[in-house]
């Protein structure tokens, strides 16, 4: 060991402090047990100076515990190395254990002389007893402010949630305090509220309010200082309206003063319910009487009831009859009382709904079907007291049910005895399919009795139909499961040897949600149809043949493509074009005549506006293939169109008439010669007859007297007279049917009431005489027609009608309708009529079905008529019967307009 170093400062080899004590027993053990009690106090004392300072961390000086609790604690370790130092001389350790105690202690007392004012400046224990006193006396007069406080805060609080507006008045009926409703109801702020009278909150100028105010004072006068209530019904200011309240006041003495308690109670939501209430009233009463249930109650005790009008209606009972039980009862139908009393009583035993169904008289004081329910208010002894419910004629429902139930066997008979195979099944996970149904005709078809399919799966019926079928079955179901549509196919089923054809349809049944649950198949047998589609097949070629053997050249033009699609053989015969001919055309406007190109424009024009199928007939030129022109009579028709209704295919078929139009020129040639003979054989006709005429009517007057003895001559004359009168009516209508013949239209837009207007003014004096009415019906029918002829027209088919009446006033009905490309015109008499087989025959010349005595007349009149309709491209037909009258059809092209 060397002296005064680091080593002999730590070592331990120097002699032990017992050596001091020569190792006596006595004082040894002394000083050690010593020196632990004193390091076990100095242990214990920081543990409870450090529990005192957590508990007590108001008192402070957490520092000066901390410093204490060290100081003490270093002075328990210098006595533990003290111990030590007996047996072991460390003295080195036990000195450094010692610095640190001094420094502790040096720290301790210097901070304890910093504090020091401090902690004299504490208070004493009594000083600290006065300043609970004191506290608790300030406590005290806190608690009873903070509860005064809250019970005014309770006070306002109820004041506040209370459901009606209150407020304290003073003497002026100015407001002092108001609570929460009360400021919500008037939309008044705190501010507001308590600077407000009386006066203003209440609504001006009103009735209620008025008569409330002098109340109030009249209460004032009476009772001076007295208290006093007052309630009334007034009407405030509120936040967006005025409302209506309910209002008390009431004066009471408050110490030497006087104050109003004011509440308001808001009225608006009660009058609101009354409305609701009226309304729902009257809403009840407007659905009571516009159902057509009698609504009724019947008071058990003395069998008194009230019923609805509706009610009265149904029982046909008069209103004055009284509303008794017995009224209601003498409408039933004797065989149906006592059915109905029982149904009653057991009604009263069960206490169940009362449903009964009778038969009564109705307001037609007939007996029907009806319908009576009710239920039954009963005491706490089960007797009845107040019975309601209502009445229902049901006669029309119990004729539907019937009917349903016919239709429904109906239906069963048609289903089993269809001659259509029909069956249901059920769709079950799994593409599986279990049949419900399947009637008579699919059992027979299939070869097999119906209860060895009902209930049936596709699987389970393998072995009966076959695998092959069974699998195309199911594909065919999924399909439409998947589909969710109805699904049409045609099948070939193996049955009994023979392999049999079936238009199969299936109508899937769906769900709420939209998913398949069942299907309904349907199967027709088409093997007779399918070998008719092979006939057909085989027929399409033939027809093909025969198509190109006929008389008329025919080809299609479409109007997508813009060319002629198809040609028959005879279209080539006419021409000379092949197909591939007519569709490579550089110009197909060249195959017509020039002049006939714009005639073709309209007429196609007229064909595509029209409806598919009608026929369209014109003529014109088309150059042949050598070159020169062939007269054709076409008629063209629309045989196909388009989703959009355009005109997609158009059909044309036509014959040659070239020879036909070269005589047609002739005869026209003809005819104008034999116009010209007409004219003048007429004119040289008319001649003689008028010498005739008036030397007849000169030897008349001249011998006027002898003739007035001689009945005979006189006759004879009178003959003679009317033969010449005849002849020249006759020449003059056979001029003027000549004449119609050959006559240039002059067409032009008239109406119908025109036209007939026109006959009637020529035949004004024949129709006053016989009172004759004549009705036109859609006058305003536009024509297209030559005036004076259409008025000659109409006026032989009046003139005719007149001429021809029964022993009824002449009646004339003459109406129009218009048509696709034509306008029909109706005249219509009710005279004697005619024998249905002379329809026909009345329009040729000098054809008359009754004597020229009894109805004169040239018999030209009607040939006239026909030959106007002629003229106009039209016809004149007629339809009679005898006592009845005559009918006469006009049709008369219509140009568009």
């Known amino acids: 060991m060397t002296p005064n170093s680091l080593s002999s400062f730590f070592t331990g080899q120097y002699m032990p402090h017992g050596h001091c004590y020569m190792w006596q027993p006595h004082i040894l053990w002394t000083n050690v047990i010593s020196d632990l009690l004193i390091a076990a106090a100095y242990f214990s004392i920081p543990l409870a100076i450090v529990i005192f300072s957590r508990r007590r961390p108001d008192i402070g000086y957490r520092p000066v515990f901390v410093l204490f609790s060290m100081f003490i604690l270093m002075c328990g370790i210098t006595h533990v190395f003290g111990i030590v130092t007996i047996w072991h001389g460390i003295y080195g350790w036990h000195g450094i254990t010692k610095a640190i105690t001094a420094a502790v202690s040096m720290m301790t007392a210097v901070y304890l002389y910093r504090i020091l004012p401090e902690l004299v400046g504490i208070t004493t224990p009594k000083q600290v007893e006065g300043i609970k006193k004191e506290l608790y006396s300030i406590s005290e007069e806190h608690k009873f402010l903070s509860m005064q406080v809250e019970q005014q805060r309770l006070v306002q609080f109820m004041l506040d949630t209370m459901p009606i507006g209150a407020c304290l008045l003073d003497k002026n009926f100015d407001v002092l305090l108001s609570n929460e409703t009360f400021r919500e109801e008037s939309g008044l702020s705190l501010h507001e509220s308590e600077s407000i009278s009386l006066t203003e909150l209440l609504e001006p100028d009103n009735v209620s309010n008025e008569a409330f105010m002098s109340m109030l004072s009249q209460k004032l006068r009476n009772h001076g200082q007295g208290s006093f209530k007052v309630d009334s019904i007034v009407t405030l200011r509120g936040t967006t309206k005025n409302f209506p309240a309910e209002v008390t006041i009431v004066k009471e003495n408050f110490g030497s003063q006087s104050y109003f308690v004011v509440t308001f109670k808001n009225l608006t939501e009660i009058e609101n319910v009354k409305r609701l209430l009226v309304e729902s009233h009257a809403k009840l009463e407007r659905a009571i009487n516009a159902t057509e249930d009698g609504v009724w109650e019947w008071v058990v005790k003395d069998n008194s009831m009230t019923w609805s009008d509706t009610f009265y209606d149904l029982i046909g009972v008069s209103e004055l009859a009284p509303q008794h039980i017995d009224t209601w009862k003498s409408h039933i139908h004797p065989d149906h009382l006592d059915r109905v009393n029982d149904k009653f009583e057991e009604h009263f035993k069960t206490k169940e709904k009362l449903v009964v169904e009778y038969l009564g008289k109705n307001k037609k004081n007939q007996y ?310 007409a004219m003048v054989a007429s004119h040289d006709l008319q001649e003689p007859l008028r010498k005739i005429s008036s030397f007849s009517d000169a030897l008349s007057e001249r011998l006027a007297e002898h003739l007035s003895k001689d009945e005979e001559s006189k006759f004879q004359f009178e003959r003679i007279q009317d033969a010449a009168k005849r002849m020249r009516i006759m020449i003059s209508d056979i001029m003027g049917l000549s004449q119609i013949n050959t006559a240039a239209l002059h067409k032009q837009r008239i109406t119908l009431q025109e036209a007939v207007s026109m006959a009637c003014d020529q035949l004004q004096l024949v129709i006053e005489e016989s009172n004759a009415k004549i009705n036109v019906v859609k006058g305003d029918t536009e024509l297209f027609v030559d005036r004076s002829l259409i008025s000659q027209l109409l006026q032989n088919l009046i003139g005719n009608a007149i001429k021809f009446k029964s022993s009824n006033t002449p009646l004339i009905e003459i109406t129009a309708q218009n048509q696709n490309n034509s306008t029909t015109i109706y005249v219509k008499d009710n005279g004697i009529g005619m024998e249905k087989r002379f329809c026909k025959q009345i329009f040729e010349p000098f054809r008359r079905l009754h004597s020229k005595d009894k109805y004169q007349g040239s018999g030209i009149g009607l040939a006239i008529c026909k030959q106007i309709c002629k003229v106009h491209g039209g016809t004149i037909e007629c339809a009679s019967d005898i006592n009845v009258g005559t009918t006469f059809v006009i049709k008369v092209p219509k140009k568009e307009l």
């Open 368 to 677: 029907g079907w009806f319908n009576l329910t009710g239920n039954t208010l009963f005491d706490v002894k089960g007797t009845p007291i107040t019975m309601s419910g209502s009445l229902r004629y049901i006669q029309d429902s119990k004729s539907l049910e019937k009917q349903v139930i016919e239709k429904t066997e109906l239906l069963n008979t048609i289903f089993e005895g269809a001659n259509n195979a029909i069956w249901v099944i059920d769709v079950e996970p799994n593409s599986e399919f279990r049949f419900t149904s399947f009637n008579r005709t699919a059992a027979e078809r299939m070869g097999i009795d119906i209860d060895e399919v009902i209930g049936l799966s596709l699987t389970e019926l393998k072995s009966k139909f076959g695998a092959d079928n069974i699998e195309r079955f199911r594909d065919n179901y999924q399909s439409c499961v998947d589909i969710k549509d109805v699904k049409e196919y045609s099948e070939c089923i193996p049955s009994k040897g023979k392999q049999h054809w079936y238009q199969t349809t299936l109508y899937p049944i769906k769900n709420d949600s939209g998913e398949v649950i069942k299907i309904v198949g349907s199967a027709i047998e088409i093997t007779a149809l399918k070998k008719i589609e092979q006939e057909i097949a085989e027929n399409k070629q033939f027809l093909e043949n025969i198509i190109d053997a006929s008389i008329c050249g025919i080809c299609l033009f479409s109007f997508e493509e813009q060319k002629v699609v198809r040609i028959n053989q005879r279209y080539t015969d006419i021409l000379g074009y092949s197909l591939s001919e007519v569709k490579n055309l550089d110009d197909p406007i060249s195959i017509y005549h020039p002049e006939d190109v714009l005639d073709i424009s309209k007429h196609i024009e007229l064909v595509i506006e029209s409806e598919s199928g009608s026929r369209f007939p014109i003529q014109y030129r088309m150059k042949h293939k050598d070159g020169h022109y062939v007269w054709c009579h076409t008629v063209n028709t629309i045989i196909k169109r388009d989703k959009n209704n355009n005109p997609s295919i158009m059909l044309t078929t036509f014959i040659d008439v070239t020879e036909q139009i070269e005589l047609l020129t002739r005869l026209q040639e003809s005819n104008s010669y034999l116009e010209r003979f």
